[in-house]
Nanobody, 121 residues
């Protein structure tokens, strides 16, 4: 059984910081890429940041300069440090795993359930 468990969401004031974490559980052989996407009410789900096993990082336009993604390939975790948060960063943040081999099964794409980040004074 596979789970992507996100943590770290919550309420933060504008200008504040927050760190999200995602851990993949199960007997995992490999994960090609892990990352974060976000979806605000009424909007599509967009890339925040993504990192491959080889360390290639892609940031969405909204994340550049303010967010930092990091990944631990041994622990199968990915974290997102968000700084200088703005009200428009309010969204549900989803962890995503791509190309995941778990207990003999392959998952092309696997999503976590999401964690809510609210930026408000």
């Amino acid at each position: 059984q596979v789970h992507l468990v996100e943590s770290g969401g919550g309420l933060v004031q504008p200008g504040g910081s927050l760190t999200l974490s995602c851990a993949a559980s199960g007997v995992i052989a490999s994960i090609n890429a892990m990352g974060w996407y976000r979806q605000a009410p009424g909007k599509q789900r967009d890339l925040v940041a993504r990192v491959t096993t080889g360390g290639i990082i892609d940031y969405g336009d909204s994340a550049k300069g303010r967010y930092t993604v990091s990944r631990d390939n041994v622990k199968n975790t990915v974290s997102l440090r968000m700084e200088n948060l703005k009200p428009e960063d309010t969204a549900v943040y989803y962890c995503k795993a791509e190309g995941m081999y778990v207990q003999g099964s392959f998952y092309n794409i696997y999503w976590g359930k999401g964690t809510l980040v609210t930026v408000s004074s």
